[in-house]
């Protein structure tokens, strides 16, 4: 699976919201903005993320591309508080069938214990965008801390 290096014109950007923090990311597919989107929650949780770590899987299915980005952010919010890491590298691939919506991912978890991590709290569905722009994918989430 293609990450944010694979492609120029994938990435993500950390926002300044409020209390919270907000990642707005664009990519040239659906699985690539989740991906970004992921990548997004691991920075805004850590500066700097080594390269160690062990690769895990992560499946969700939801009724829209909104709600599907929703369940895999906080999947792994959920991953990072049970196997006690952060979840980077994040790869994923989005499919819709029939108005329903799944994923399939993965991501490098990196033990907490090798970084000083600031808390993300969850996922909202405040203000989040999961749209096409033009010739590319665009996502805007914020993240309770």
């Known amino acids: 699976m293609p990450t944010a290096a694979d492609h120029p014109t994938m990435g993500y950007e950390l926002r300044s919201h409020t209390a919270d923090v907000a990642v707005e990311a664009t990519a040239p597919t659906r699985g690539d903005l989740l991906a970004a989107l992921a990548d997004g929650l691991a920075a805004a949780m850590c500066e700097s993320i080594p390269a160690t770590g062990e690769r895990f899987s992560v499946a969700c299915r939801a009724e829209s591309i909104e709600a599907l980005c929703y369940e895999y952010l906080d999947q792994l919010i959920y991953e990072r ?3 006690l890491v952060l979840p980077a590298d994040n790869e ?3 499919a819709e069938t029939d108005g329903s919506w799944s994923l399939a991912a993965s991501a490098r ?3 907490l214990s090798e970084i000083d991590a600031r808390e993300i709290k969850a996922v909202t569905y405040s203000e989040m965008t999961v749209e096409r722009r033009d010739d590319a994918w665009y996502g805007y989430v914020v993240f309770d801390v």
């Open 81 to 83: 508080d049970v196997r």
């Open 92 to 94: 994923a691939r989005v």
């Open 109 to 111: 978890g990196v033990p």
